[in-house]
């Protein structure tokens, strides 16, 4: 599709920064939810990578959604002139932050320990069950309608 060329390099940019496109099934929404291009365009140049495999796309009720692929990293990082240490946000690894003390294993147990059951527990839990726990059938002849009929014929 024709489109600006600062409209489509918005959205090349976008995607590779985030990994992840979200746009609205809205062909004719004048704006994109977050970028300030036209919906339409972002649709279509979605469309023309996930055409190449350089995008996979999942839709759910009017929303599609695009994430991108090994491919489509390579690809968009010639198209931008970006070096290979640039990554989309959903490649990147969080840093793990030590945490300073558990304050859970300072203190002492309040109830029973993991595994081991409270009086309390054990009653409630023995509580709602049935004594008489055996199979019950119900039989359902003569049940409904043709009860009448069976009645009479005896």
């Known amino acids: 599709m024709l489109m600006p060329t ?15 496109m979200v746009a ?4 004719f ?8 291009v036209k919906n339409l ?9 996930r055409s190449r495999q350089y995008v996979k796309e999942m839709v759910s009720w009017s929303h599609y959604y695009w994430y991108l692929t090994n491919a489509g990293v390579e690809y968009l990082r010639n ?10 946000a959903t490649l990147k690894s969080k840093a793990r932050s030590t945490p300073a003390a558990e304050p859970q294993k300072l203190r002492a147990p309040l109830g029973p320990q993991s595994g ?5 527990q054990n009653r409630t839990e023995s509580s709602y069950r049935r004594e008489d726990s055996g199979a019950q059938f119900r039989g359902g002849f003569g049940l409904g309608r043709g009860r009448a009929q069976a009645m009479n014929n005896q």
């Open 29 to 36: 929404a004048t704006k994109h939810m977050v970028l300030p």
């Open 79 to 88: 198209i931008l002139n970006l070096p290979s240490e640039i990554v989309p």
């Open 6 to 20: 600062k409209d489509r390099q918005a959205i090349y940019e976008y995607i590779f920064e985030e990994g992840v």
């Open 41 to 49: 365009y972002v649709i279509k140049t979605m469309q023309s990578l």
């Open 24 to 27: 609205k099934k809205d062909i």
């Open 116 to 120: 081991e059951k409270s009086a309390e």
